[in-house]
Nanobody, 124 residues
Framework: QVQLVESGGGLVQPGGSLRLSCAVS????????IGWFCQAPGKEREFVAS????????DYGNSVKGRFTVSRHDAKNTMYLQMNSLKPEDTAVYYC?????????????????WGQGTQVTVSS
């Protein structure tokens, strides 16, 4: 059974940091592109970051460039999103996803497997 389970979300003050993890079971991440998306109440799911199968290429949404870093550890079958300099507008549910593709992917419809989401709230 395929499962993607996010962890690491929570409440953080503006300017703070969080590290999200996504543990994968039921398949191996090798040769999959992986990504992170976020969804705020009343808004569509939005692209945050992607990393290709090799880990050699990354892509970020404009609002998170320079603040977030996506990474993967295939031996642990886990992906990560390091979130620094957090802003109140980063508040959302964050989802990890995996695509049966080796190159970067930016769109929701390009991903095959999804986690259940973890809440990130940035507030003082």
């Amino acid at each position: 059974q395929v499962q993607l389970v996010e962890s690491g979300g929570g409440l953080v003050q503006p300017g703070g940091s969080l590290r999200l993890s996504c543990a994968v079971s039921g398949f191996t991440l090798e040769y999959y592109a992986i990504g992170w998306f976020c969804q705020a109440p009343g808004k569509e799911r939005e692209f945050v970051a992607s990393i290709d199968w090799s880990g050699g290429s990354t892509d970020y949404g404009n609002s998170v460039k320079g603040r977030f870093t996506v990474s993967r550890h295939d031996a642990k079958n886990t992906m990560y999103l390091q979130m620094n300099s957090l802003k109140p507008e980063d508040t959302a549910v964050y989802y990890c996803a995996a695509a049966q593709a080796m190159a970067l992917r930016r769109h929701v419809y390009e991903y095959d497997y999804w986690g259940q989401g973890t809440q990130v709230t940035v507030s003082s």
